[in-house]
C-alpha cells in the first residue's frame, strides 16, 4: 500500500498538493493568443523598460523609463505621439512610474523626485510634492487628494491633499520579521471605486477596500485560489531577505466593474509571467473572484505591466521587450489559425501528390533501365553462342 501511495505520489505531483490543502478554488482558464505587438520606431526610439501602462481617449500611454518619456500609440499600436526629457526640473523625468488619468489630465508619480507632474495634452502644468519617496505603484487621485501606498510605522497607505500639506496614515499593516522586512511586503496597488478604496497586496494578494476616511470596511484574501496558493507555497516567508520583494499581484488594473490582477504564479520555476486573475468588482463592497485568463504563447511571457479596455488587454513583455496585444474576441486569430491550417494541409497534399508522381516517374526511369539492361544481356548472349 506504500509502496502505490509513493507511486501516486511520484506519477501525479498534484495529488501531493491537494492533500496538504483541501478546498482550494480551481479556475479553468480562458486562453488568450496575441494578434499583435509593438518593439519600437525603427532606429529612433527602442524601449526596454515600461514601468506603468495607462490608458486614455483610446491612447495607451507607455511610461518609459529609459527614453524618460511618455510613449503614446493607439490600440493597433501605431505611434501617436511622446513628451518629456530627462532632468530634475519642472515636468522633467528622473524615474517615471504610473501615470493616473482623469477629467483634468495626467498626473505622473516621480518617486525618486519625491513629486507629482500634472500634464494636459502633453504639456506641463504643476508639479506637487510628495514626501519620502512617493509611490512607485498605482495610486488614485480623488476629490483633490491623492491615495498612495506608502508603508510606514502601523500603515500601509496615505492620503495627502494635492498642493496641501496635510497628510493622514492608514491601511492594514501585516507583520514580518522586521521593520524593513515589513515595510517592504507592504506595498500596495491602489484603485478608487464608488466613494471607496481597492488596495491590493502585491505580496499577499490581499484586497482590502477602504471608505475614503481611511477605514477598512472589507477585505479577501485570494490565498484560497489554486495558482495563488501554489505559487506562495513555494517560498518560506521567515527566510525571506529584509528587502527582497517577491511580487506575487506583478500589476493590477481596474477597467469599470473588473480588476484584473497580472500574477508571478511561475516565478520559482522561471518559466514567466502568464496569468491574469479577474475579480468582479460591480459591488465595491463584496469583491468576488470571477475567472483566470492565461496569455498563451509559443514561448512563456514575462509579462510585468498591463492595462484592459473593452476589446483588448496589453501586457509589456520585458523578455522581448515588446508590448503585446490580445483581443478579447478571438475569433479572427482563430480564422487566420484555420486559414493558415488549411493552408498548411493543402501544401501537405501537393507535396504528397508531388512526391507520388516522383515515385511514379522513378519508377518508369528503372523499369526502362532495367528492360534496357535485359535486351543487352540477350544480345551478349547470341554474340557468345555464334563464337562457338
Same mark, same amino acid.
Given at each position: ?24 478554488? =480551481?479556475?479553468?482558464?480562458?486562453? %488568450? ?19 506603468? #501602462?495607462? #490608458?486614455?481617449?483610446?491612447? #495607451? ?11 503614446? %500609440? ?5 505611434? &501617436?505621439?511622446?513628451?518629456? $526629457? ?101 506595498? &500596495? ?14 505580496? /499577499? ?53 473588473? %480588476? ?38 509559443? =514561448? ?23 508590448? &503585446? ?8 486569430? $482563430?480564422?487566420?489559425?484555420?486559414? /493558415? ?10 507535396? /504528397?501528390?508531388?512526391?507520388?508522381? $516522383?515515385?511514379?516517374? /522513378? ?21 557468345? &553462342?555464334?563464337?562457338?
Amino acid at each position: 500500500m506504500n509502496r502505490i501511495f509513493l507511486l501516486l505520489l511520484l506519477l501525479n505531483p498534484l495529488f501531493y498538493s491537494c492533500e496538504q490543502k483541501e478546498g482550494l478554488q =480551481k479556475l479553468e482558464a480562458t486562453l %488568450l493568443k496575441s494578434d499583435k505587438d509593438f518593439m519600437s520606431l525603427g532606429d529612433t526610439l527602442y524601449f526596454s523598460h515600461i514601468s506603468g #501602462i495607462g #490608458i486614455q481617449d483610446s491612447i #495607451i500611454w507607455l511610461s518609459d523609463n529609459r527614453n524618460h518619456l511618455l510613449l503614446g %500609440l493607439n490600440q493597433d499600436l501605431e505611434y &501617436r505621439q511622446h513628451f518629456g $526629457e530627462k532632468g530634475k526640473g519642472p515636468g522633467e523625468f528622473l524615474e517615471i512610474n504610473y501615470s493616473y488619468f482623469n477629467e483634468n489630465g495626467m498626473y505622473i508619480s516621480q518617486a525618486q523626485k519625491n513629486s507629482l507632474e500634472h500634464f494636459v495634452n502633453g504639456k506641463f502644468q504643476k508639479s506637487y510634492r510628495i514626501e519620502n519617496g512617493g509611490t512607485r505603484e498605482r495610486f488614485a487621485i480623488v476629490n483633490n487628494k491623492i491615495y498612495l501606498s506608502q508603508p510606514e510605522g502601523e500603515h500601509s497607505l496615505m492620503t495627502k491633499t494635492i498642493g496641501g500639506k496635510d497628510n493622514q496614515s492608514f491601511g492594514k499593516m501585516i507583520p514580518y520579521q522586521s521593520r524593513t522586512s515589513t515595510n517592504v511586503r507592504n506595498i &500596495r496597488h491602489v484603485f478608487y471605486k464608488d466613494q471607496h478604496l481597492m488596495a491590493i497586496s502585491v505580496f /499577499e494578494a490581499n484586497v482590502e477596500v477602504y471608505d475614503l476616511e481611511g477605514n477598512l470596511v472589507y477585505e479577501i484574501s485570494l490565498a484560497d485560489n489554486e495558482k495563488i496558493y501554489q505559487a506562495k507555497k513555494k517560498y518560506d516567508y521567515s527566510k525571506l531577505r529584509e528587502y527582497w520583494v517577491w511580487r506575487l499581484v506583478i500589476d493590477a488594473y481596474l477597467y469599470e466593474d473588473q %480588476l484584473y490582477l497580472l500574477l508571478d504564479t511561475h516565478h520559482a520555476e522561471k518559466k514567466g509571467n502568464g496569468n491574469i486573475l479577474v475579480l468582479d468588482v460591480s459591488n465595491v463592497l463584496e469583491p468576488q473572484v470571477k475567472s483566470l485568463i492565461y496569455l498563451g504563447e509559443d =514561448k512563456r511571457i514575462g509579462g510585468n505591466k498591463l492595462a484592459v479596455n473593452q476589446d483588448y488587454i496589453f501586457v509589456f513583455d520585458s523578455w522581448s521587450k515588446s508590448l &503585446r496585444r490580445y483581443p478579447f474576441d478571438q475569433s479572427e486569430i $482563430e480564422a487566420k489559425e484555420l486559414a /493558415e491550417k488549411l493552408e498548411e494541409e493543402e501544401k501537405q497534399k501537393l507535396e /504528397e501528390e508531388n512526391k507520388k508522381e $516522383e515515385e511514379k516517374a /522513378e519508377k518508369k526511369r528503372e523499369s526502362k533501365a532495367a528492360r534496357k539492361t535485359g535486351k543487352n544481356g540477350k544480345k551478349g548472349d547470341k554474340g557468345k &553462342r555464334r563464337g562457338r
